[in-house]
């Protein structure tokens, strides 16, 4: 007697197989289709700005254009980046960022590390409204605060640090704020030590340690790929900054990459060729650091909830 099972199962099984296999390899196709031109439409303007610095300014604007440099393989081939580098001071300004840079992103770690810790373990009035506070200053852009914020360096902090050489011009406008707690950091930071087991609390506790130790001997060593991805979105975050460099930085021996790439463009015309070369020289420390440090990045983002 046939049952329900036998009456539904189809009595061409390989037939079966065989269009079920055929669905999903054009999914995979379809999937892997969208993939390739997604890449293609992603990597095809940093292409175009290698292939662009490699010609000369007339060059540039030939019609159609050209996927083959006119200074490929010549004697001048290198010229554009070696002007850049050498006759409009790049070196210099890729030392400048690389140490501001630096030092907000070592700022960012300590007090977003602190204030995470502080948030997550601790137990005091107003955690939470504290907290809440802190987060929503996320909801306010840096073009928001940069005003009152200028005011107060220019008429407080400058003739206040006037006699070891002010505020204004200086490199302490770029990395200072950093040191101030923020939002993101301290989010990340918080929840990355609330998945911690509160046991090591317990277990140091008993063994005598206080709070800061508890915080410097057994979450910071725990915490490095957060710490990690903090510091290098801190890294790229002030090193394409921009707004800040403008306001403060007016000797030219202290610009910023990102201070540099504006000198190529003028009210009338730019220059191209040099402008996309800066480009180039300004992106390759990036894309070095971040493959060197993407499994940090990766682990620490995965550790924190961020992926949910």
Request: charged fraction near 15%; avoid cysteine; hydrophobic fraction near 50%.
């Amino acid at each position: 007697m046939a049952t329900p099972s036998t009456l539904l199962r189809s009595p061409y099984p390989a037939a079966s197989t065989f269009q079920s296999q055929a669905t999903q390899a054009g999914r995979r196709a379809i999937t892997y289709g969208l993939l390739i031109v997604f890449a293609v439409f992603t990597v095809f303007p940093f292409f175009w700005m290698v292939v662009t610095s490699f010609k000369s300014g007339n060059a540039i604007f030939e019609l159609p254009p050209s996927f083959v440099p006119d200074k490929l393989f010549q004697p001048d081939m290198f010229d554009n980046y070696i002007e850049v580098l050498t006759r409009h001071n790049f070196i210099r300004y890729t030392i400048n960022s690389f140490f501001v840079s630096t030092m907000t992103g070592i700022g960012q770690v300590i007090t977003s590390s602190l204030a995470g810790f502080a948030f997550a373990r601790l137990q005091f009035r107003g955690k939470n409204v504290l907290f809440g506070l802190l987060l929503f200053t996320a909801f306010f852009p840096t073009e928001v605060t940069i005003i009152p914020e200028f005011i107060l360096g220019a008429r407080v902090f400058d003739p206040l640090l006037e006699p070891i050489g002010g505020w204004m011009n200086t490199f302490a406008p770029l990395i200072v704020p950093s040191f101030m707690v923020g939002s993101f950091g301290t989010f990340l930071m918080r929840e990355f030590f609330s998945t911690l087991p509160k046991e090591l609390d317990e277990a140091a506790i008993i063994d005598g340690a206080n709070v800061f130790r508890i915080y410097r001997s057994i979450y910071l060593p725990l915490s490095r790929p957060a710490m990690t991805t903090l510091f290098l979105l801190s890294f790229i975050n002030n090193w394409n900054e921009l707004l800040r460099p403008v306001l403060y930085i007016s000797s030219r021996e202290m610009q910023t990459v990102t201070m540099g790439l504006t000198t190529f463009q003028g009210e009338f015309e730019s220059e191209w060729n040099l402008l996309l070369t800066g480009s180039i020289i300004a992106i390759v420390p990036l894309l070095v650091v971040y493959i060197f440090m993407q499994r940090y990045i990766v682990e620490g983002i995965a550790t924190t909830g961020l992926k949910s």
